[in-house]
């Protein structure tokens, strides 16, 4: 699949960003994405859980470097958004 397309299937023993996102609390995932959940994720949000998570003790639930790594190469979460002109 082109880069930038995202995959929606685990591969290699890897959570895609869905699969993790569905494990991350409820209140946390409304305040990270509040009036942008029709847009892609953006990094600045899952650092914002990331940040959170790691405050709570809750270093389980965060993603390995390796699922990270795949979700911004893949497409599944975008660095930065440009506005079309």
Do not use: C
């Not at 270093?59 to 440009?82: I, Y």
Request: hydrophobic share 35%; proline share 5%.
């Amino acid at each position: 699949m082109p880069k930038g397309f995202g995959s929606n299937v685990s591969q290699n023993g890897k959570r895609n960003f869905n699969e993790w996102w569905n494990t991350v609390p409820a209140d946390l995932k409304q305040k990270a994405r509040k009036g942008d959940e029709s847009n892609k994720p953006l990094l600045n949000q899952v650092n914002y859980v990331l940040l959170h998570l790691h405050l709570a003790g809750k270093h389980d639930a965060k993603p390995s470097h390796d699922e990270l790594k795949d979700w911004l190469h893949s497409g599944q979460v975008d660095v930065m958004r440009m506005i079309k002109k």
